[in-house]
């Protein structure tokens, strides 16, 4: 076909597609009010459910409308279109479509002419007149009718069954209600930064602390409903109009179902649903520099750079608190400094770090001193946030000690006990005593004084623990020997001891042990005088050096013990200085060793060996004893369960519940074990349920324990070996 016959022809096909989009136009605007009529109709008889679905069927069928009238605009039509409103197509348009090789010689010439005068001329508008006398009617009576629809009063539960029951059309009675809508919208916490959004199911899975809110749609409309939980809470649903509504607040994992009045048909289908609570977790924190939680100070070090790195699920704050704690001095002299500073975090905003550097001079730190430093950070849960601390750090500036201690046997015990701080608080209190003697009368005087003496005392028997010295009690009898007299000698304290002063006792009943040996025996008085205490593997916890100064210390705290329980406080004063300078000297040594101590082992019956008594042994034929279950309840629900029984047993569901809430910690999924009773609840012999709570259940079971394997009876000689000891046995 040549190009002039091509365009004549596209001329002609696009003004008949004009033409048909025209008359499909035309038509469904001639059939759009009658829609919007019957579908608010429907709305207000039916509801929403029923108006969208009348909406989508009219729609439908106003489309299959406008199709099939704008496709009856075909090839004839346009040729008589054409001959009627064009004079110079001289009744020979079906030229143009005619098969060419039809056609005779003359009948091609007047095709051409025809051809020529199309594309010559202007293009053809056989596009039909709108139907605007049609449109204004329509638009006009679906006006007055939605209008009237609209504003016509409501009477109480009127609805499309009722509408007909009022012109004598009896609607058949619903056997079932059915869920025609539902939506649920979840709407997490502002601080966890996540959008609202609607759950086409009523099944959800939000962070903690969401707001969920239900809306439902029923047919027929029921009286009353309601949303059940599986811990007995209960939700009214509220109506507004044609929907039902209701809102909560998840706090926790949970199951429910929607439960209708009694009078109402049953639902189908009554599923249960679930909620599922993710709970926001603590912030975590973790130290990325230092790498150790003890650090000490290297030579010339200036300042101490710090970095913790934190994660949350939802978010950190974008500040954190850093407590960094100063102590000072040592001995009863240590001091404590805090303060609080603000670190600003860099990263996004659920993994922040956090990173500075201390100034050591600033701070103060000088050896000696410990430097405490701990970061903490909130997390950004709203209205009570989460918080994370970190380990403590610490920064130590060793002091010079001097040369340790060394060669001795033993542990090493770096830290001295707590009581070795009391000797100051005996000054204070003696000279707190001499500031009042003007107020006071001789006799409180004398008697405040005793008082201080005697806590002078305990703390004499404290330290001479540590020297392998007696506790003081009672009395004991006297030696009976000039050795012995030398020998509890070696036990009191250097020094003169004044006559009030209490003198040492021996505590542990050494003269009760001596009646039952011989007089004379060197074995009997070592037994009945003699001591472990001087042998200095049991006796020391000190070095040599160490043990020196302390009983210095204690000669001087004898000598202040006695002048405060005669009264005297002012002359006790320089007798417990020097024992506090010689105190503060023990605290500056840099071990204690601790003798070691071997095992003491129970001694043996000799009595009961070689002797061939068997009582107390058990015998070999005695039977195995059943093993008890540990959790009886559990054990016969799990065995109820079986679906091979025939006929099925009963199962206890009280029982079962009552179980599942003593034991809800050792459940992983407790939601899971709620549904699956619910489930065979409802259906008391499904197989599959019982199949599915008992799979729950097994992993409960305590592990069976391991059988005892049978014995092999061995070959005949071996049984004729094992009867002749039963033989023998039962003789």
Same mark, same amino acid.
């Not at 410990?370 to 750090?393: E, G, Y």
């Given at each position: 076909?040549?190009?002039?016959t091509?365009?004549?022809?596209?001329?002609?096909?696009?003004?008949?597609?004009?033409?048909?989009? $025209?008359? +499909?136009?035309? !038509?469904?605007?001639?059939? @759009?009010?009658? =829609?919007? #009529? /019957?579908? %608010? *109709? &429907?709305? $207000?008889? +039916?509801?929403? !459910?029923?108006?969208?679905? @009348?909406?989508? =069927?009219? #729609? /439908?069928? %106003? *489309? &299959?409308?406008?199709?099939?009238?704008?496709?009856?605009?075909?090839?004839?039509?346009? =040729?008589?279109?054409?001959?009627?409103?064009?004079?110079?197509?001289?009744?020979?348009?079906?030229?143009?479509?005619?098969?060419?090789?039809?056609?005779?010689?003359?009948?091609?010439?007047?095709?051409?002419?025809?051809?020529?005068?199309?594309e010559?001329?202007?293009?053809p508008?056989?596009?039909?007149?709108?139907?605007?006398?049609?449109?204004?009617?329509?638009?006009?009576?679906?006006?007055?009718?939605?209008?009237?629809?609209?504003l016509?009063?409501?009477?109480?539960?009127?609805?499309?069954?009722?509408?007909?029951?009022?012109?004598g059309?009896?609607?058949?009675?619903?056997?079932?209600?059915?869920?025609?809508a539902?939506?649920?919208?979840?709407?997490?916490?502002?601080?966890?930064?996540?959008?609202?959004?609607?759950?086409?199911?009523?099944?959800?899975?939000?962070?903690?602390?969401?707001?969920?809110?239900?809306?439902?749609?029923?047919?027929?409309?029921?009286?009353?409903?309601?949303?059940?939980?599986?811990?007995?809470?209960?939700?009214?649903?509220?109506?507004?109009?044609?929907?039902?509504?209701a809102?909560?607040?998840?706090?926790?994992?949970a199951?429910?179902?929607?439960?209708l009045?009694?009078?109402a048909?049953?639902?189908?289908p009554?599923?249960?649903?679930?909620l599922?609570?993710?709970?926001?977790?603590?912030?975590?924190?973790?130290?990325?520099?230092?790498?150790?939680?003890?650090?000490?100070?290297?030579?010339?070090q200036?300042?101490?750079?710090?970095?913790?790195?934190?994660?949350?699920?939802?978010?950190?704050?974008?500040?954190?608190?850093?407590?960094?704690?100063?102590?000072?001095?040592?001995?009863?002299?240590?001091?404590?400094?805090?303060?609080?500073?603000?670190?600003?975090?860099?990263?996004?905003?659920?993994?922040?770090?956090?990173?500075?550097?201390?100034?050591?001079?600033?701070?103060?730190?000088?050896?000696?001193?410990?430097?405490?430093?701990?970061?903490?950070?909130?997390?950004?849960?709203?209205?009570?946030?989460?918080?994370?601390?970190?380990?403590?750090?610490?920064?130590?500036?060793?002091?010079?000690?001097?040369?340790?201690?060394?060669?001795?046997?033993?542990?090493?015990?770096?830290?001295?006990?707590?009581?070795?701080?009391?000797q100051?608080?005996?000054?204070?209190?003696?000279?707190?005593?001499?500031?009042?003697?003007?107020?006071?009368?001789?006799e409180?005087?004398?008697?405040?004084?005793?008082?201080?003496?005697?806590?002078?005392?305990?703390?004499?028997?404290?330290?001479?623990?540590?020297?392998?010295?007696?506790?003081?009690?009672?009395?004991?009898?006297?030696?009976?020997?000039?050795?012995?007299?030398?020998?509890?000698?070696?036990?009191?304290?250097?020094?003169?001891?004044?006559?009030?002063?209490?003198?040492?006792?021996?505590?542990?009943?050494?003269a009760?042990?001596?009646?039952?040996?011989?007089?004379?025996?060197?074995?009997?008085?070592?037994?009945?005088?003699?001591?472990?205490?001087?042998?200095?593997?049991?006796?020391?916890?000190?070095?040599?050096?160490?043990?020196?100064?302390?009983?210095?210390?204690?000669?001087?705290?004898?000598?202040?013990?006695g002048?405060?329980?005669?009264?005297?406080?002012?002359?006790?004063?320089?007798?417990?200085?020097?024992?506090?300078?010689?105190?503060?000297?023990?605290?500056?040594?840099?071990r204690?060793?601790?003798?070691?101590?071997?095992?003491?082992?129970?001694?043996?019956?000799?009595?009961?060996?070689?002797?061939?008594?068997?009582a107390?042994?058990?015998?070999?034929?005695?039977?195995?004893?059943?093993?008890?279950?540990?959790?009886?309840?559990?054990?016969?629900?799990?065995?109820?369960?079986?679906?091979?029984?025939?006929?099925?047993?009963?199962?206890?569901?009280?029982?079962?519940?009552?179980?599942?809430?003593?034991?809800?910690?050792?459940?992983?999924?407790?939601?899971?074990?709620?549904?699956?009773?619910?489930?065979?609840?409802?259906?008391?012999?499904?197989?599959?349920?019982?199949?599915?709570?008992?799979?729950?259940?097994?992993?409960?079971?305590?592990?069976?324990?391991?059988?005892?394997?049978?014995?092999?009876?061995?070959?005949a000689?071996?049984?004729?070996?094992l009867?002749?000891?039963?033989?023998?046995?039962?003789?």
């Amino acid at each position: 076909m040549s190009t002039t016959t091509m365009g004549a022809t596209a001329i002609l096909q696009r003004t008949l597609q004009q033409a048909r989009r $025209r008359r +499909g136009l035309d !038509a469904a605007l001639r059939c @759009l009010p009658w =829609v919007v #009529m /019957a579908t %608010t *109709l &429907a709305w $207000r008889l +039916g509801g929403t !459910a029923i108006a969208l679905l @009348l909406l989508l =069927v009219t #729609m /439908a069928a %106003t *489309l &299959a409308f406008a199709i099939q009238r704008a496709r009856a605009l075909d090839t004839r039509w346009l =040729v008589r279109e054409l001959d009627a409103r064009r004079t110079d197509m001289d009744d020979s348009t079906d030229l143009l479509f005619a098969s060419t090789a039809k056609l005779t010689g003359l009948e091609h010439l007047q095709r051409r002419r025809l051809q020529e005068r199309i594309e010559s001329g202007p293009a053809p508008d056989l596009r039909p007149r709108w139907s605007a006398r049609a449109h204004a009617i329509g638009a006009g009576i679906a006006a007055l009718a939605v209008a009237a629809i609209l504003l016509w009063p409501a009477r109480p539960g009127e609805t499309f069954d009722t509408v007909l029951a009022s012109v004598g059309v009896t609607p058949a009675a619903p056997t079932q209600t059915t869920i025609v809508a539902q939506r649920m919208q979840v709407i997490p916490p502002g601080y966890t930064r996540q959008p609202p959004r609607d759950e086409p199911t009523l099944d959800a899975k939000a962070p903690q602390g969401t707001r969920l809110q239900w809306t439902l749609r029923f047919a027929p409309q029921p009286k009353g409903a309601e949303l059940a939980f599986h811990d007995g809470r209960r939700i009214k649903l509220v109506r507004e109009g044609d929907e039902w509504r209701a809102s909560d607040v998840l706090a926790r994992s949970a199951l429910y179902r929607i439960v209708l009045q009694a009078d109402a048909p049953p639902l189908q289908p009554s599923t249960l649903h679930r909620l599922d609570a993710i709970p926001d977790r603590a912030p975590q924190l973790r130290v990325l520099e230092p790498d150790r939680s003890l650090s000490l100070v290297t030579p010339g070090q200036r300042s101490w750079p710090l970095a913790f790195e934190g994660s949350d699920d939802y978010g950190l704050a974008s500040t954190a608190t850093l407590r960094i704690t100063l102590a000072q001095g040592s001995g009863e002299n240590i001091t404590f400094r805090e303060q609080t500073i603000n670190i600003g975090g860099s990263g996004s905003a659920t993994v922040k770090r956090y990173a500075h550097r201390l100034d050591l001079a600033a701070l103060g730190l000088a050896a000696g001193d410990d430097l405490i430093v701990q970061l903490a950070v909130n997390d950004n849960r709203a209205p009570d946030p989460q918080s994370a601390r970190s380990a403590s750090l610490i920064l130590r500036w060793p002091s010079d000690l001097g040369t340790e201690t060394t060669g001795l046997e033993g542990m090493v015990k770096k830290v001295l006990p707590a009581y070795f701080r009391s000797q100051r608080q005996i000054i204070i209190d003696a000279e707190a005593l001499l500031k009042e003697k003007r107020k006071l009368e001789a006799e409180r005087y004398v008697k405040r004084s005793d008082e201080i003496g005697v806590d002078q005392r305990i703390l004499r028997l404290r330290y001479g623990q540590f020297l392998g010295e007696e506790a003081e009690g009672e009395p004991k009898p006297p030696p009976t020997s000039d050795a012995d007299t030398a020998k509890t000698g070696e036990h009191s304290e250097t020094g003169t001891k004044p006559e009030t002063a209490p003198a040492p006792q021996d505590d542990h009943g050494h003269a009760e042990a001596g009646a039952a040996g011989k007089f004379g025996e060197e074995g009997a008085v070592l037994e009945e005088y003699g001591h472990t205490h001087d042998h200095a593997e049991a006796a020391t916890l000190l070095d040599p050096d160490t043990r020196k100064i302390l009983k210095s210390a204690l000669d001087e705290m004898w000598q202040s013990e006695g002048h405060l329980r005669q009264g005297h406080p002012e002359l006790a004063l320089p007798y417990a200085y020097r024992a506090l300078r010689f105190i503060k000297q023990v605290q500056q040594a840099t071990r204690i060793y601790l003798a070691r101590v071997g095992p003491e082992l129970p001694p043996i019956d000799e009595s009961r060996r070689m002797g061939g008594d068997r009582a107390g042994l058990a015998r070999r034929d005695d039977p195995l004893v059943a093993v008890e279950v540990a959790d009886p309840t559990l054990a016969a629900l799990w065995h109820s369960l079986d679906a091979s029984q025939v006929p099925a047993a009963t199962i206890d569901f009280t029982a079962l519940e009552r179980w599942l809430r003593e034991h809800e910690s050792r459940l992983a999924d407790p939601l899971a074990f709620v549904a699956a009773i619910e489930a065979l609840r409802a259906d008391p012999d499904c197989t599959t349920c019982r199949a599915d709570l008992r799979a729950l259940l097994w992993p409960l079971l305590p592990r069976p324990a391991s059988a005892v394997p049978r014995r092999d009876a061995g070959d005949a000689t071996g049984r004729r070996y094992l009867d002749a000891l039963r033989q023998e046995e039962a003789k």
